[in-house]
């Protein structure tokens, strides 16, 4: 559902006030190769990202998962029209699912997705795609003003102020003039919210802060657009459901949300210095909070356009 909404009050308890009696969370050790990490039985990827959420096969799947309830929810891949014969680059593109399905409609436009975790196919895909292991931050292998769209997704828990300007500056750059930049972004605070499910979401910033990621500046993203030189910048906020009350929609919704504070309950322990029993208690409480309190949750649709000569 596409409209506007007010802001969620934040709880100013902790989870760690509820269990006061417990030991501190005690972080396992990190194990891993020359390429790969392992944390808590899942596996990372070593690079230079922020990035907090693993890239192994089980994480890949939720990815999968995840593109198709975004499909769902906003009804639509993209905002912003794709010229005939187009070429668009999407940054950060994971598995490369939300690539794929536009090269798989769009056989006659030509798509380049870039992630600094190889996780994207390197077998089978449609042949009008292209995959580069690069990291957008530190800029692309693509020259100057040759793609009609830059598109991105769901990368706001890997980025800091000052990556959102770089690659905010890297899309302008390798944009043709006129050609467009779209950020599609959660808010992670949960509207309409239980006090159960604010303190997981304020433990979650919490861990956030820790690495310098701010995920509030996705609700302030048209003005480090227009700051970045693009004109004719739009917001779009979907109220997108969480919980059997929003359908299959918020069913999937909630699903997915679960899935991620799952893959991050050993950071939300660290973050509130629990245990991860406890943790895990009130994600669980969670669940009936999100029907009672009709939760939903808002997802930021920023597009903009790189003007087409300077005086503009």
């Given amino acids: 559902m596409e409209s506007t909404s007010s802001r969620g009050s934040s709880s100013h308890n902790s989870i760690h006030s509820s269990a006061q009696h417990l030991p501190p969370h005690a972080e396992e050790e990190v194990s891993g190769d020359d390429e790969y990490n392992y944390y808590h039985g899942r596996r990372y990827h070593k690079t230079s990202s922020l990035y907090m959420l693993p890239n192994d096969s089980e ?11 975004f499909k ?18 999407e940054f950060g593109c994971g598995p490369a699912t939300w690539t794929m399905d536009m090269a798989t409609e769009m056989s006659t436009i030509n ?6 975790s190889a996780v994207y196919p390197t077998a089978i895909f449609p042949r009008n795609c292209n995959f580069y292991n690069e990291d957008f931050l530190k800029g692309v292998s693509q020259p100057n003003g040759t793609f009609d769209v830059v598109f991105q997704r769901n990368v706001t828990c890997g ?6 300007q770089q690659v905010m500056k890297e899309a302008f750059r390798i ?9 599609v972004e959660s808010d992670i605070t949960i509207q309409n919210a239980g006090p159960q499910t604010n303190l997981v979401f304020e433990h979650l910033r919490l861990s956030m802060a820790t690495r310098s990621v701010d995920p509030s500046i996705v609700r302030s993203l048209d003005r480090l657009m227009v700051a970045a030189g693009f004109t004719d910048v739009h917001v779009k906020e979907y109220c997108v459901p ?12 909630q699903m997915n949300m679960f899935a991620i504070l799952e893959t991050v309950r050993p950071h939300l322990a660290k973050a509130a210095s629990c245990s991860e029993s406890v943790v895990q208690d009130v994600v669980q409480a969670m669940h009936k909070e999100t029907k009672e309190y009709r939760s939903h949750q808002v997802v930021y649709a920023v597009y903009g356009r790189k003007p087409m000569s300077p005086a503009q």
């Fill in 59 to 69: 994480e890949v799947d939720r990815l999968h998962t995840q593109h198709y309830i």
């Fill in 72 to 89: 769902a929810a906003l009804e639509k891949n993209i905002h912003v029209p794709i010229p005939p014969n187009g070429r668009v680059m």
């Fill in 111 to 116: 798509f380049v997705g870039v992630d600094i």
């Fill in 159 to 164: 980025l800091t102020f000052e990556n959102w």
């Fill in 175 to 183: 944009l043709k003039p006129g050609g467009y930049y779209e950020c």
């Fill in 242 to 253: 969480v919980g059997d009350w929003g359908g299959k929609v918020g069913q999937l919704w």
